[in-house]
């Protein structure tokens, strides 16, 4: 992954093929925060990603369940979304972190608790005004 890499999504399947590229680089305890607007395309990100491990559950927006965990080939991947948590005692109450060493972690709406994360990538989604997407890779470090 490139830092400040950005790549047009020009539909769904744009998107899943992108996360279905870069998914094999990660392993248990990465964590990848996703940021953008809701409907930018976080969740189809992790339906690409997810399917690189050749995962058979179905994988679903966590906004009502907050996290879902999916069984692959590789590890567990924790998918998790922030939307509805406010502060960083009902994060930390959830005890998710309990389960990162072991899992890759994908946290849509997490940049608010990003400080909870020792090391993190970042993929930012945009809607461009032509409904295209543009994701951006960084990482911190
Ligand atoms: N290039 C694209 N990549 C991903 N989703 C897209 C794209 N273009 C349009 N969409 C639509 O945008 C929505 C993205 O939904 P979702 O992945 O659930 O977003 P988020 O999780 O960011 O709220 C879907 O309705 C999808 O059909
Ligand atoms: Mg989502």
New binding site residues.
Partial sequence: MYKNHQII????E???RIAQKIAPQFGPGDVII?E????????????GFTSAFHSKDLIT?PTFSIANFYRTNKCNILHI?LYRITDIDQFNDLGLTDYFSQSIVLI?WGKKFASCFENYFLIS?E?NND???TITFSEKL
Avoid: M
Avoid at 37 to 44: E, N, Q, V
């Fill in positions: 999504s020009n539909s769904e744009d998107t899943i996703l953008g607007d809701l409907g930018a395309g976080k969740t189809y990100f992790v339906k927006s979304d849509e989604f809607i409904h295209t997407r």
